[in-house]
Structures are given as C-alpha cells and as structure tokens.
C-alpha cells in the first residue's frame, strides 16, 4: 500500500510555496528496454522547508529485478512480490504531487521513468519543465565539484550515515535538506542586522528596541578654545582664500 501522511493529520497543506522533493528506485538504467520503478519518495516542502507530509510506496515491477539493481537499493523480487503495481497507487501519488514544482537530483532520470509508468496507463505525461533539477543547481553553485547526493550531504554536513543502500524516500529526505542549503540555509530570508524585521520560521516579526536617550553634541568652552588655537598654526587655510 501507499503512505501518504500528514504531521497532523490534516490533508490540507498550510498555505505558502509548496514543492515536492521526489526520488524513485527502479530495475535499472533504462525504461524503454523494460525497467520499471520499484519505490516512489515524496516529501512536502512548505517555503523551502520539510514538512511531515510525505508520500511513499514499494511497487509491484511485474518483472524480475537485477542483482545490479538489488546492490543498490536492497529490495528483491520476493520483497515486492506483494506489493501494489503503479496502476494502484497513480490517483494517490498525483493527488499528492499536485502541480506542485518537484525537486529531483537528475531529474531527467526520475521523469523519464514515472512518464514511462504513465505511458502505460494512457495517462498524461509530467512535463521536464515542473522539475528543479538539483545536480545542476549544484553544479551552477560549485562548478567543477562532485554532484552527488552524498557529495552535497558532505558538503553540507547533513547526517546520512543511514543511506547504506539507495531508498526512495530517505534520499528524498536528504534531498529536501541539501536543497534548503543550496537555497542558502535555514535562513535565507533573513534581512541584514539593525532593519526593521527579521524572519523567524517563515514570518517576519518586528525587531524589539530598547530606547536610547539623545546624546549631547555641542562643543565645550575647553573643546572651542582648542579648536581655534588648532586653527592659528594653519598657514594659508582654504576657507580664508579669496577663491574659496
């Protein structure tokens, strides 16, 4: 079966930017000789950050799976033998993506698998374009670089001691914390120190200050006497010329 579950239990998003960070595994490399998708991850993205919401599920390939393929992500034919095809589970994933922007690390890859699995159901295509594409963010932002997830979990310092085989939905986990980064960070809102708001956790909130008494600036007697005997040991001073 699939999961698609809400923090709170509520299946209505909080209002803001929604994106979906998105990952699959599948049989192999290519789906126009035969490979299908084994595992869909989605997690929601509210403002750039993780929500609870997620969607998820192990897939029914109809077909045997790899050894090369078993290597990376662990699941075997007899794991998934009991498991929903995509037909089963199409009406839930699309409900949960959306028209949500999705965020894919090779986004070409993913695409070009789910749009097989819809092919196959006479269903419309996800266009290339809703994608964000965070190999070539990465790319863009650190040229020459490794791009791979686990480079930019390194990069970052994001904890993925977990990822021992490929899944679905941790890569998208880990996928939605290196997207932040490549943002900016946790605070990529925040104004400079000393304006008038900051924004904390997505909202902006003024900035408490504490009043200062006005502070005196006319001169002494003592501070005016030594200025004009400061002045005296001027020769020929600018404002006293007849151009000036």
Same mark, same amino acid.
């Given at each position: 079966?699939?999961?698609?579950?809400?923090?709170?239990?509520?299946?209505?998003?909080?209002?803001?930017? #929604?994106?979906?960070?998105?990952?699959?595994?599948?049989?192999?490399?290519?789906?126009?000789?035969?490979?299908?998708?084994?595992?869909?991850?989605?997690?929601?993205?509210?403002? +750039?950050?993780?929500?609870?919401? /997620?969607?998820?599920?192990?897939?029914?390939?109809?077909? *045997?799976?790899?050894? *090369?393929?078993?290597?990376? +992500?662990?699941?075997?034919?007899?794991?998934?033998? %009991?498991?929903?095809?995509?037909?089963?589970?199409?009406?839930?994933?699309?409900?949960?993506?959306? %028209?949500?922007?999705?965020?894919?690390?090779?986004?070409?890859? %993913?695409? /070009?698998?789910?749009?097989?699995?819809?092919?196959?159901?006479?269903?419309?295509?996800?266009?290339?374009?809703?994608?964000?594409?965070?190999?070539?963010?990465a790319r863009r932002r650190f040229p020459g670089a490794p791009a791979s997830l686990?480079?930019?979990?390194?990069?970052?310092?994001? %904890?993925?001691?977990?990822?021992?085989? +490929?899944?679905?939905?941790?890569?998208? #986990?880990?996928?939605? /914390?290196?997207?932040?980064?490549?943002?900016?960070?946790?605070?990529?809102?925040?104004?400079?120190?000393?304006?008038?708001?900051?924004?904390?956790?997505?909202?902006?909130?003024?900035?408490?200050?504490?009043?200062?008494?006005?502070?005196?600036?006319?001169?002494?007697?003592?501070?005016?006497?030594? +200025?004009?005997?400061?002045? /005296?040991?001027?020769?020929?001073?600018?404002?006293?010329?007849?151009?000036?």
């Amino acid at each position: 079966m699939s999961q698609m579950e809400s923090g709170n239990g509520d299946a209505v998003a909080p209002a803001g930017i #929604r994106e979906i960070a998105l990952d699959t595994e599948t049989t192999g490399f290519d789906p126009l000789m035969g490979d299908r998708v084994v595992e869909i991850g989605c997690v929601e993205l509210i403002n +750039h950050v993780a929500t609870d919401r /997620k969607f998820h599920c192990y897939l029914n390939p109809e077909r *045997d799976v790899p050894a *090369d393929a078993v290597a990376v +992500h662990g699941q075997t034919e007899d794991f998934l033998a %009991d498991k929903p095809v995509f037909a089963a589970v199409v009406g839930d994933f699309l409900d949960f993506i959306a %028209d949500s922007p999705l965020i894919i690390h090779n986004a070409e890859f %993913d695409i /070009k698998f789910l749009n097989a699995e819809l092919r196959r159901l006479a269903m419309p295509a996800i266009p290339i374009s809703r994608a964000i594409d965070t190999v070539q963010v990465a790319r863009r932002r650190f040229p020459g670089a490794p791009a791979s997830l686990d480079a930019l979990c390194r990069r970052f310092e994001i %904890d993925n001691t977990d990822r021992t085989l +490929h899944g679905a939905l941790l890569d998208a #986990r880990l996928l939605a /914390k290196v997207y932040l980064e490549l943002l900016g960070g946790r605070q990529p809102g925040l104004v400079l120190a000393g304006a008038a708001i900051a924004t904390v956790e997505g909202e902006a909130t003024p900035v408490e200050r504490r009043y200062r008494e006005p502070r005196p600036h006319a001169p002494r007697d003592e501070e005016r006497e030594a +200025h004009a005997a400061l002045l /005296k040991q001027l020769k020929n001073p600018l404002w006293l010329s007849e151009t000036a």
